[in-house]
Every structure is written in structure tokens, then in C-alpha cells.
């Protein structure tokens, strides 16, 4: 078994092996999800408010 610290050495190299493009979409991928999951929770803690709401709330927490 690997220690985190000997996984985190591994998959620094990987990413920096990979194309510049390569690296953007993941990038961009993890940002979508981030974003949804954020979206999910402030959606469930206010299930009242509409779409365009939770889209601006999104945008603010990014902004901090």
C-alpha cells in the first residue's frame, strides 16, 4: 500500500506529463462540479428560492 504523500508524488507527475488541454478540462470539470454540488446544497437549504436565485448565490460564494 502507498502513503498519501507517495500518491500525491504519483499523481503530480501524471499531471504534469499530460497536454496543457488536458489539464484545462479537467480543471473546468472539477469547477462544474463544484459549482452543482454548491448549487445542490444551497437549493436544499432553501428550496423556496427560484433557479436564477441559487445561480447568483453560486456566483457569490465563488467571489469570496
Given amino acids: 500500500m502507498t502513503s498519501a504523500c507517495e500518491n ?3 499523481q503530480d507527475k501524471l499531471i504534469k506529463k ?3 488541454w ?7 470539470g472539477l469547477n462544474d462540479f463544484a ?16 433557479d436564477k436565485e441559487a445561480d447568483k448565490l453560486v456566483a ?5
Fill in 60 to 64: 457569490e460564494r465563488f467571489r469570496k
Fill in 35 to 50: 459549482r452543482k454540488i454548491i448549487r445542490a446544497d444551497i437549493k436544499k437549504n432553501n428550496p423556496h428560492i427560484s
Fill in 22 to 28: 488536458q489539464r484545462l478540462k479537467i480543471a473546468f
Fill in 18 to 20: 499530460m497536454p496543457g
Fill in 8 to 10: 500525491n508524488t504519483m
